[in-house]
């Protein structure tokens, strides 16, 4: 079955720091990939997605390439802000998986002023 | 547009007791789902539906049940609520793609004692 195996946290940065998270999959067919981002006290909402190999993601400063080879999709960001403190969720949909989403178990990243 | 409407936002509940988690969408979405957010174990699956009048289990759906007799609505009943049900629910709704996003609801946080 598919499943989605996350950087585990807290992660704790300053501000103007780089930011990875590590995010690597296991999924029959060609999964599409995704990052949701939850902060405090709301529910989640869609960072960025990509839907085939060597696709990349990006939004609001943050990217994730799909690599089909190393079956992973990392989040990076350059220079960290305190607003992007939030919890940030790795996860998959396949057709073979009746679309359903697969999450990782999340992490927790703080960014201090 | 509202998107997805969950409620309550917060409930207490005795052991033993039964409710009734609310869910509403107005995207005309046909897929909708149930998850359970624990620490340190991401969004478990509990139900979901496919379409008005089709439901499916989950990861985790004992001790719940689920209808959809619209597309708009997926309510999750708890049937004799447990101490291990304490959790953040959350409802989402995406269209029946691999591709797109979930869109979430602020989440239902439950206690039982």
């Known amino acids: 079955g598919n499943s989605v195996t996350q950087m585990e946290g807290p992660v704790t940065l300053s501000e103007e720091a780089f930011l990875t998270i590590n995010c690597t999959y296991t999924?029959?067919?060609?999964?599409?990939l995704f990052w949701y981002v939850q902060y405090p006290g709301e529910g989640l909402q869609l960072l960025l997605k990509a839907t085939k190999a060597d696709d990349k993601g990006s939004n609001k400063g943050f990217e994730a390439t799909y690599r089909k080879e190393t079956t992973s999709f990392h989040l990076e960001k350059g220079s960290v802000q305190v607003s992007d403190s939030a919890v940030y969720f790795c996860a998959l949909s396949s057709r073979s998986n009746d679309y359903k989403l697969s999450f990782g178990a999340g992490t927790t990243v703080t960014v201090r002023a | 547009n509202a998107g997805v409407t969950q409620t309550p936002k917060f409930q207490v509940l005795k052991t033993g007791q039964s409710m009734t988690l609310q869910c509403a969408q107005d995207?005309?979405?046909?897929?909708m789902s149930w998850y359970r957010q624990d620490p340190g174990m991401g969004l478990r699956l509990i139900h979901y539906?496919?379409?008005?009048?089709?439901?499916d289990q989950g990861e985790v759906p004992n001790g719940y049940n689920v209808s959809r007799s619209t597309t708009e609505d997926f309510p999750l009943r708890l049937l004799s609520a447990a101490p291990s049900q304490t959790s953040v629910y959350f409802c989402?709704?995406?269209?029946?793609?691999?591709?797109?996003?979930?869109?979430f609801g602020q989440g239902t946080r439950l206690t039982v004692v």
């Open positions: 989402a709704s995406r269209d029946g793609t691999v591709n797109t996003e979930a869109f």
């Open positions: 995207m005309n979405h046909e897929y």
């Open positions: 539906s496919v379409g008005a009048g089709i439901t």
């Open positions: 999924a029959t067919g060609y999964p599409s």
